[in-house]
């Protein structure tokens, strides 16, 4: 690892120190050290590469933020085979789940070899329009259909593989990663699921039938997905960061990206502990 490049949460001054330390202490070994744009501000520096300069030419990328940051931030770097070490300043963490306090220490691990990749897939979404491809991008949580905040229940029509499934008559729908189930669909009544499980998940929110349930398929599946109201607002949100309406003649298409997110973990890494950290289980 030769180039590591950092992002921090936009207007986090108060990680300015520890980031700076960071930097230090890589640039100490002999490291290439990539600051984007706003990094750079947070840090008062003047020089920063741009994100195409990150992606081309990065061997590590440091996120110090939430897991909202790490998820935008890999947008930077997305279709590179990129690792990620996230450490966190939000609320839960589960994807940047290095302390702030420790970051430094757990750099230094990774520097020495010290550390494991976890694998996280990711979704491709393609719309398309009277079968021309007019949008389309990866997540790494979640894929959210809802209706806007006047508009009444919608129908959701669903084939799973070229079979029909259901038509949804719901709030909207969440199509999640394993990643993802942590996220919104663990709120609306979905199932948590191994990060690592080769799964999709598909929760309806506040279906009008109780037979609606959440369901999980393999993630080798394709998902088509059609809205069948044609006067109501509904649109579609990418892990919760970008979003657009959906008309009646646009078809959704979501199946598994080849290319995941490779994430650094500490090699004592234990996914039930974290999940009894973050979620408070066991606690009184």
Same mark, same amino acid.
Not at 41 to 46: H, I, Q, R, T
């Given at each position: 690892?030769?180039?590591?490049?950092?992002?921090?949460?936009?207007?986090? $001054? $108060?990680?300015?120190?520890?980031?700076?330390?960071?930097?230090?202490?890589?640039? +100490?070994?002999?490291?290439?050290?990539?600051? $984007?744009?706003?990094?750079?501000?947070?840090?008062?520096?003047?020089? !920063?590469?741009?994100? &195409?300069?990150?992606?081309?030419?990065?061997?590590?990328?440091?996120?110090?933020?939430?897991?909202?940051?790490?998820?935008?931030? &890999?947008?930077?770097? /997305?279709?590179?085979?990129?690792?990620?070490?996230?450490?966190?300043?939000? @609320?839960?963490? =589960?994807?940047?789940?290095?302390?702030?306090? $420790?970051?430094?220490?757990?750099?230094?691990?990774?520097?020495?070899?010290?550390?494991? !990749?976890?694998?996280?897939?990711?979704?491709?979404?393609?719309? =398309?329009?009277?079968?021309?491809?007019? =949008?389309?991008?990866?997540?790494?949580?979640?894929? *959210?259909?809802?209706?806007?905040?006047?508009?009444?229940?919608?129908?959701?029509? *669903?084939?799973?593989?070229?079979?029909?499934?259901?038509?949804?008559?719901?709030?909207?729908?969440?199509? /999640?990663?394993?990643?993802? +189930?942590?996220?919104?669909?663990?709120?609306?009544?979905?199932?948590?699921?191994?990060?690592?499980?080769?799964?999709?998940?598909?929760?309806?929110?506040?279906?009008? +039938?109780?037979?609606?349930?959440?369901?999980?398929?393999?993630?080798?599946?394709?998902?088509?997905?059609?809205?069948?109201?044609?006067?109501?607002?509904?649109?579609?949100?990418?892990?919760?960061?970008?979003?657009?309406?959906? +008309? #009646?003649?646009?078809?959704? !298409?979501?199946?598994? /990206?080849?290319?995941?997110?490779?994430?650094?973990?500490?090699?004592? @890494?234990?996914? =039930?502990?974290?999940?009894?950290?973050? #979620?408070?289980?066991? /606690?009184?």
């Amino acid at each position: 690892m030769k180039n590591i490049a950092i992002v921090v949460k936009p207007h986090a $001054e $108060e990680v300015a120190d520890i980031t700076i330390q960071i930097c230090d202490y890589l640039k +100490s070994e002999g490291k290439n050290v990539l600051l $984007e744009e706003r990094t750079a501000s947070v840090l008062g520096y003047s020089d !920063f590469t741009t994100h &195409n300069e990150i992606k081309d030419n990065a061997d590590l990328l440091i996120v110090l933020g939430g897991d909202g940051t790490l998820i935008s931030s &890999n947008r930077i770097i /997305s279709g590179a085979n990129i690792p990620i070490l996230g450490v966190n300043l939000g @609320r839960l963490g =589960f994807l940047t789940e290095t302390k702030v306090e $420790e970051a430094l220490d757990t750099v230094k691990k990774v520097l020495s070899g010290n550390y494991k !990749f976890d694998n996280r897939m990711k979704l491709i979404s393609d719309i =398309f329009y009277d079968e021309e491809k007019v =949008f389309t991008t990866e997540v790494l949580n979640d894929i *959210v259909i809802n209706k806007g905040a006047l508009a009444r229940i919608i129908d959701i029509e *669903v084939h799973i593989d070229n079979q029909y499934v259901n038509t949804y008559r719901a709030d909207g729908l969440i199509i /999640s990663t394993p990643t993802g +189930s942590t996220a919104y669909t663990l709120a609306a009544g979905g199932p948590i699921v191994y990060p690592t499980l080769n799964s999709i998940i598909l929760t309806p929110i506040c279906p009008h +039938s109780l037979t609606h349930r959440p369901i999980v398929i393999h993630d080798d599946s394709e998902i088509k997905i059609r809205i069948l109201n044609d006067d109501e607002k509904v649109f579609i949100t990418y892990d919760g960061q970008i979003g657009r309406k959906m +008309s #009646l003649k646009e078809e959704i !298409f979501i199946y598994k /990206s080849p290319q995941p997110v490779k994430l650094i973990v500490s090699q004592k @890494r234990n996914y =039930f502990a974290l999940l009894k950290e973050k #979620l408070g289980w066991g /606690s009184t």
